[in-house]
């Protein structure tokens, strides 16, 4: 199995821009889908973006699509979430994850522990 590490969370405002880093260990990094998902307070996972598993296709919830971009780079085992345009509702804990099969609705098998992301306005 893979272990995830997300980074790259923080305090920004509202307008502002992030970058979200997700480091892979263990597995074939490549022969995963990776996809982020985040969690505000009291409400469920919400599901963002999925990338496949070389990096040449993308999905988005329609929540974050044309302000997020996911990308991967597999040789240094990485996945990352561009976010801009920051609002206060993208204030959640942001999780990256892996999956064996791309797609919406994939079931994924690994998760990161999470990096808090705040905007405030």
């Known amino acids: 199995q893979v272990q995830l590490v997300e980074s790259g969370g923080g305090l920004v405002e509202v307008g502002g821009s992030l970058r979200l880093s997700c480091a892979a260990s263990g597995g074939i990094f490549a022969d995963y889908a990776m996809g982020w998902f985040r969690r505000a307070p009291g409400k469920e996972r919400e599901f963002l973006s999925t990338i496949n598993y070389s990096g040449s296709d993308t999905a988005y919830a329609d929540s974050v699509r044309g302000r997020f971009t996911i990308s991967r780079d597999n040789a240094k085992r990485m996945v990352y979430l561009q976010m801009n345009s920051l609002k206060p509702e993208d204030t959640a804990i942001y999780y990256c994850?892996?999956?064996?099969?791309?797609?919406?609705?994939?079931?994924?098998?690994?998760w990161g522990q999470g990096t808090q992301v705040t905007v405030s306005s």
């Open positions: 994850a892996a999956a064996n099969n791309y797609g919406i609705g994939q079931k994924y098998h690994s």
